[in-house]
């Protein structure tokens, strides 16, 4: 029996998927339920389950739009599983050796028509400010076609010693889909950061005092996330315009806080959702993200961990960015850009001292987000994290933290 393997639905609004990477061959034996093929759609990028054992026949190449629906595959599940090895051996083939033709290569000569390019070749060496000189021509007697033109690749500077080689690959379908959604947050909305300071001095000494009793007994890392999520939840319902969005000419309020968290993973920036995360612990808030970042490094992440989100958390500061404008992710009205923590020199009562300093950067819609609701906002997230204990913990760390 042959059972035609179809694309099946990712999600309501994915009409198309592409297959990314197959993870077998033609014609080797498949067992039900092995991921048999990596498929990128505009949101994620998932794994394809046989849906039987047998042999399978390939029915598109990697790079190829399927639609949803679509046949990608054949599972030929009559056929007998092979001893020994997972794959069937192709049938053995008797290739003669071709015979060797000795051909005498032509001396190229040069000609009127050496380094003339076509009309076409011109027109297109034109647009990329290239001279005809500093390319070399596949036509007859040397001429350049139009091929050599679309190829030829302006001189960058003048070489030096060493191979110089570029690659071109296409862009996977969910890396086009996050470069159209930043330039279309660009483009669409009234984008507007501000930026203030925080004096991380706090959270480390609670850090240094609770997070070997606290992995002791979570088995997770307290990490500055906890810390940032419990300030934002909070600053969002103080605030609750940057917990808004815009629907056409109406403004949708949340009285939820779903956050988002930027993870940087295989296949790109993923954006998993941290659901109703005003009701969770800091341990609960840890272990969420947690296990939402493995689930995005290793590319099981669905489309549904990765939608509905209200405000966005990024942390350029893993990598050591001192300062940056993130970009809303839309439809979201908000996003906090944490960074690195440096030893800087600030005032405190009127003395200057070392402190860690981390700064932080809210990119909001001012079509919805006024400045007093932006910089209320920041100062909100700046004042819980500089005295956590009173404003997160309730004066009772052992407790906030489930020790």
């Not at 159209?180 to 609670?206: P, Q, S, W």
Request: aromatic content about 4%; hydrophobic content about 40%; charged content about 25%.
């Amino acid at each position: 029996m042959i059972l035609e393997m179809k694309v099946p639905s990712p999600g309501e609004s994915i009409k198309e998927v592409e297959i990314a990477t197959w993870l077998v061959k033609d014609g080797d034996y498949v067992e039900k339920d092995q991921a048999i093929a990596e498929v990128d759609s505009d949101k994620a990028t998932l794994e394809l389950p046989a849906e039987a054992s047998g042999i399978i026949t390939l029915k598109a190449e990697e790079g190829d739009a399927v639609a949803v629906g679509a046949v990608v595959c054949l599972i030929d599940t009559s056929a007998a599983k092979p001893a020994g090895n997972s794959s069937v051996p192709a049938a053995e083939v008797k290739v003669e050796a071709p015979k060797t033709e000795v051909k005498t290569t032509p001396v190229a000569t040069t000609t009127y028509a050496t380094n003339t390019p076509s009309p076409a070749a011109k027109k297109i060496l034109d647009e990329k400010n290239i001279q005809s000189s500093a390319v070399l021509g596949s036509g007859r007697d040397g001429r350049i076609t139009k091929e050599d033109a679309i190829n030829a690749v302006p001189s960058m500077g003048t070489p030096t010693a060493g191979g110089r080689s570029s690659q071109r690959t296409k862009l996977s379908m969910l890396r086009r889909k996050v470069a159209e959604r930043l330039v279309a947050a660009k483009n669409e909305t009234a984008m507007l950061t501000t930026f203030n300071e925080v004096d991380m001095t706090a959270i480390y000494a609670l850090r240094e005092q609770y997070k070997e009793e606290f992995k002791t007994k979570h088995g997770l890392g307290l990490g500055f996330m906890s810390f940032f999520t419990k300030a934002v939840t909070r600053a969002l319902q103080l605030y609750p315009d940057v917990n808004s969005m815009i629907d056409g000419q109406e403004k949708i309020s949340y009285d939820f806080c779903d956050i988002s968290v930027a993870v940087s993973g295989p296949k790109g920036l993923m954006v998993p959702v941290v659901r109703a995360a005003e009701n969770l612990t800091f341990k609960g808030v840890e272990a969420e993200i947690k296990r939402l970042a493995i689930r995005a490094r290793d590319g099981q992440i669905t489309v549904d961990e990765m939608t509905g989100g209200t405000f966005t958390i990024s942390n350029g500061g893993v990598f050591g960015s001192m300062l940056s404008t993130p970009i809303i992710n839309p439809p979201q009205s908000g996003i906090l850009g944490m960074h690195n923590v440096v030893e800087r020199a600030i005032v405190k009562n009127g003395q200057i001292v070392i402190a860690p300093v981390m700064f932080v950067a809210l990119s909001y819609d001012h079509r919805i987000i006024d400045g007093r609701e932006s910089v209320g906002f920041l100062v909100a997230v700046k004042e819980a994290l500089e005295n956590p204990v009173e404003i997160l913990m309730d004066n009772n760390p052992k407790k906030a933290l489930e020790l």
